[in-house]
């Protein structure tokens, strides 16, 4: 079987798919398509993999063909050393990772001047075969025989034969595998606190007495433990039971050696074994598992920055309504940007109805001017600093209004990322002449009408949506989180006449550059007419038009199907449709009764097939559908402001903020989020919060716990009453038995946690995006 062959069966498997799925797919992508391309418009092609399976296909083609490479080189250099041999080929060939790759080639890989060749040089080798060929004889007086020069006495004798048989025991790619299956499966994680750093590391201090199995660790606890081993707060541990364990691990390398028995020869090869696992193997091993457990983590933070970035993303749009975007400041005063339906900003303004100016009648008085002549609908405020300040003084603002003006709609919105955004290149260009200050406010006010087509101006890292930000291998995470705002922006689709060039460079078959020259095309020519007019702007040929056309819209066009997701090279089978319906297209579109008796086999030809038909079809009822969900907003109690407000049995509306393994942060307005358990997350038992809530929902919540010097709050969204969850599975930690998890609330942080830990639209986590 040839390598790309054997690389489409071994991705097929993984991902539930076909081999010849796979190999079509590979040929797009190879060919420059790309996945939101593949996902949506060669459906018959792939077989119709969805944007899931093509990211995953994608990330594994890359590892298995820098494996195929990396096993080639494997064999160019055991070849060129003369030592390649039949089953050494055969045991290469079906290495199935790298790992079991780089222990194949251990003993032919170049290294450094070793005590295993010293102890060769000075012909200590035979003496090694003559104890493993008698073990009647004492290896004592067998290595009497061996001294000279080099070898002083029997004891440097035979620690030079132990160092020989140590390296090949420690180069044996069958035992190494082993003893990684038997690690993998039994190893335990002991974490002990630094004396002297128990106050220094306080915040780690559930880790200071902590022991539970490698392979049940969950990512949270382990990027935890391994934040506080990097700051030197406790130090870890990765072995086997030292009883049990131990022992069995050092009669699997004794093993590797041969039958043993009680003669002195046995004896002797029996203590090599002990003190290779000691010295040498169990330190690879812990060396192996410490990096497994960390690349775990990191991959399983990195899908949760992933899932809640998307769920952001995702975020309801309020639509396009004028908008007062609010920016909290004590000291420095409230930042006032007002933008028109379309984004447009029209007005910026300071007000300083807090300390030291306390200019109360002059900042209402602002903001009922800037409401009247603007024709205001929505107040978006920031959830930073003085929040819940600057969210009473609109409050009374709005009692202000007369009654026949309709008040605006004031919401609390997330304020992550925005001042990155306020100081970024992008914003310069947007507004050059305009304070740095008062730039956050305009994000503000944008990201509520449009969180999407704002927030991909934030590089995906900054906007906070995960655990442990800092921790994680940061270029896995920028190409996740990349593919995450690429999927959501070709997923809703862009109209082509308003959108930035920040959310234009994100269509696939664009980029910055094209992205740009849209936009210069744009300003210089006025508004697009229709897709076809693309190919005149510089440097958009073919191909990109091909990619990027299908997730472009323009409303009100010469051509109503550009306003649907119908890819131009499928017209043809729009209109044979709209033909057999007789009726106008622009009557028809929207239409779901005169596409009801449509079949969609009457329309397949040589290259469309059914799937295509059926999204036209979809389309043409519903053109340009938007997939995010209809706009609602929390409402934050009276007089809950701070957490020292809070009770517990106190019955509260959040927001949800960020979705992790363990449980959801919800705002509830008090400058804290707080945590709902896994456990706590409904009647029942919940495997992934992930199937409960999402960023950006508006939940009910009970406070069931209030730590105030540790900023922690406990929420439950279970009813009273309601029946405990079952067991979460096999867990072992401080003071809690084997097989069980804890039940009932948990602190409203994880431990440890990082201070980018935030979340989605209307809320901060942990404090993290107040400003300074």
């Known amino acids: 079987m040839d390598t790309a062959a054997r690389i489409a069966r ?31 418009y060669r459906k018959e092609v792939t077989g119709g993999l969805d944007d899931t399976q093509l990211r995953n296909l994608a990330e594994r083609l890359s590892y298995l063909r820098d494996m195929e490479a990396r096993r080639a080189a494997i064999l160019k250099s055991i070849t060129e050393q003369g030592k390649l041999s039949d089953e050494l080929a055969r045991a290469i060939a079906g290495a199935e990772t790298k790992a079991s790759l780089e222990d194949i080639y251990l003993p032919f890989k170049p290294k450094r001047r070793t005590k295993a060749m010293i102890a060769r040089e000075n ?5 090694l075969r003559a104890i493993q060929e008698d073990r009647s004889a004492d290896p004592q007086a067998l290595a009497a025989g061996y001294l000279g020069e080099n070898v002083a006495d029997v004891k440097a004798a035979l620690d030079g034969a132990r160092d020989i048989l140590t390296e090949e025991l420690s180069e044996n790619a069958t035992l190494l595998g082993r003893l990684r299956d038997f690690m993998r499966a039994e190893a335990m994680v002991t974490v002990k606190v630094t004396p002297g750093k128990e106050t220094e590391g306080a915040k780690f201090s559930d880790y200071f007495d902590h022991r539970e199995k490698w392979a049940d660790m969950p990512s949270h606890r382990a990027l935890a433990v391994l934040r506080a081993a990097k700051e030197e707060v ?14 069995q691990a050092e009669r699997m390398v004794a093993a590797t050696i041969g039958d043993l028995a009680d003669r002195p020869g046995d004896k002797w090869l029996r203590g090599v074994a002990g003190w290779t696992w000691r010295v040498r193997l169990s330190n690879a091993m812990y060396i192996d598992l410490l990096t497994d457990l960390r690349r775990r983590a990191h991959e399983d933070a990195i899908k949760v920055f992933g899932r809640n970035l998307k769920d952001l993303l995702f975020s309801a749009p309020a639509g396009p309504r004028a908008t007062i975007g609010l920016d909290p400041g004590i000291r420095t005063g409230v930042k006032v940007a007002v933008v028109d339906a379309t984004g447009k900003l029209v007005e910026t303004t300071t007000i300083y109805p807090f300390q030291p100016k306390m200019d109360v009648q002059g900042a209402e008085a602002a903001l009922l001017a800037l409401i009247a002549r603007h024709k205001i609908d929505l107040i ?15 409050t009374e603002v709005l009692k202000r209004l007369p009654k026949t003006v309709k008040a605006p709609t004031k919401v609390v919105v997330s304020e992550a990322g925005a001042s990155v955004y306020s100081a970024s290149e992008t914003a310069a260009k947007e507004f050059p002449g305009l304070d740095v200050s008062l730039r956050g406010a305009v994000s503000i006010a944008r990201r509520l009408q449009d969180p999407l087509a704002e927030l991909v101006k934030i590089p995906p890292e900054s906007i906070g949506v995960g655990q442990y930000q800092h921790d994680v291998d940061q270029r896995q995470l920028t190409r996740a989180l990349e593919a995450v705002v690429e999927d959501a922006v070709n997923a809703v689709g862009v109209d082509l006449n308003t959108a930035s060039a920040s959310l234009l460079s994100h269509v696939v078959g664009l980029g910055p550059s094209l992205a740009q020259n849209i936009v210069l095309h744009r300003d210089e020519n006025g508004a697009f007419k229709s897709r ?83 999204d036209i079809l979809s389309e043409l009822e519903k053109p340009g559908r938007d997939p995010r969900p209809d706009f609602v907003t929390a409402t934050f109690a009276d007089g809950v402001e701070d957490i020292k407000d809070l009770r517990p049995g106190m019955q509260l509306e959040g927001t949800v903020t960020n979705v992790a393994a363990f449980g959801a942060f919800v705002d509830i307005g008090v400058h804290q989020d707080g945590l709902v358990h896994i456990s706590q997350l409904a009647d029942r038992f919940v495997k992934d919060p992930h199937e409960v809530v999402k960023a950006g929902d508006v939940v009910k919540v009970r406070v069931t716990e209030v730590d105030i010097p540790r900023k922690r709050i406990g929420l439950t969204m279970r009813k009273d009453g309601g029946p405990e969850p079952a067991p979460r599975g096999p867990s072992v930690g401080k003071g809690q038995p084997q097989g069980k998890a804890p039940r009932g609330p948990m602190k409203a942080a994880p431990k440890g946690a990082d201070s980018n830990q935030t979340g989605a639209l209307g809320a901060a986590l942990l404090n993290a995006m107040r400003k300074n």
């Not at 991705?11 to 949506?40: H, K, M, W």
């Not at 406790?234 to 022992?247: K, M, N, Q, S, Y």
């Not at 297209?585 to 040589?606: C, H, P, S, T, W």
Request: with cysteine; proline share 6%; net charge negative.
């Open 10 to 40: 071994t991705i097929a498997t993984e991902i539930g798919a076909s081999a010849s799925q796979v190999s079509a797919a590979v040929e797009l992508l190879d060919g420059g398509a790309t996945v939101p391309f593949v996902a949506r």
């Open 123 to 127: 012909g200590l080798e035979p003496l």
């Open 234 to 247: 406790v130090t870890i541990e990765i072995a086997p039971d030292p009883e049990t364990g131990t022992p």
């Open 380 to 394: 978006a405020i920031g959830n930073g600093t003085a929040s819940r300040e600057t969210e009473r003084l609109v």
């Open 532 to 614: 076809k007019a693309l190919l005149k702007v510089a440097g958009l040929g073919p191909r990109a038009f091909e990619q990027a056309a299908g997730f472009l819209r323009i409303r009100e066009g010469d051509e109503p199907l550009d306003a649907s997701a119908v890819h131009p090279e499928a017209y043809g089978v729009a209109r044979r449709i709209v033909e057999a319906c007789g009726r106008d297209i622009r009557a028809l579109m929207g239409n779901a009764g005169a596409l009801k008796g449509v079949r969609a086999e009457q329309f397949v030809d040589e290259k469309f097939g059914l799937p295509t038909v059926r």
